[in-house]
């Protein structure tokens, strides 16, 4: 339709030319194309398997690989393969009888920061292991065990600035550590700043 309009403006045009056999041509051009644009229209929009005419089939297009994901958000980052279980046990070896806790049980592998008087955000604990050196070891004692957690290194891991973890806790001789990661970005979509974020 919108060849239409402009095809016809310059039939009209050419019309009024001194010389018709020249407008003549040209309108004959512009109504072959006009005839010939549906079935332009009609073989670009035919389905693929649908062969046209006097062409053989084409083959069939093999499946476009999926491009990898772009990781948007720290919290997105996938965990190392089988850290569920080493999570699991390291929060089994840490799992401690509580009267006054919900559920019944605290966890001794959960690290506790001293309270300072730095201002710092909600969740502020990640913030004071953004502050640690690299190879600083932060301890605490636990109701049964000794914990610890190590920041053992700084580097990018999918495209963030992140910190390598190590907790670690300790009853008596026998012991049980974990991984952790955390890396600085925006939280999620929602997130106004930057800020460091426990991956896992």
């Not at 999926?66 to 999570?87: D, H, M, T």
């Amino acid at each position: 339709m919108r060849t239409l309009i402009p095809a016809a403006g310059c039939a009209a045009l050419l019309l009024a030319l001194p010389t018709p056999t020249l407008g003549q041509g040209f309108l004959k051009r512009i109504a072959d194309r006009i005839v010939e644009a549906p079935k332009q229209v009609a073989e670009e929009t035919a389905p693929a398997d649908t062969p046209s005419e006097g062409t053989a089939a084409p083959a069939p297009a093999t499946p476009k690989k999926a491009s990898p994901s772009k990781i948007a958000y720290p919290s997105q980052l996938p965990e190392p393969e089988g850290f569920a279980a080493v999570k699991k046990a390291y929060d089994d070896f840490g799992k401690v009888r509580c009267t006054s806790c919900e559920g019944g049980y605290a966890y001794d592998g959960w690290p506790v920061f001293p309270r300072d008087e730095t201002p710092r955000p909600y969740n502020g604990s990640k913030h004071i292991l953004g502050e640690f050196a690299i190879g600083h070891v932060h301890r605490w004692k636990g109701a049964e065990s000794q914990g610890s957690l190590t920041i053992v290194s700084e580097e990018p891991v999918g495209g963030f600035r992140c910190r390598q973890l190590l907790y670690r806790l300790t009853k008596g001789s026998a012991s049980a550590e974990r991984p952790g990661l955390l890396c600085w970005g925006y939280a999620n979509q929602f997130a106004g700043s930057e800020g460091w974020n426990q991956v896992y």
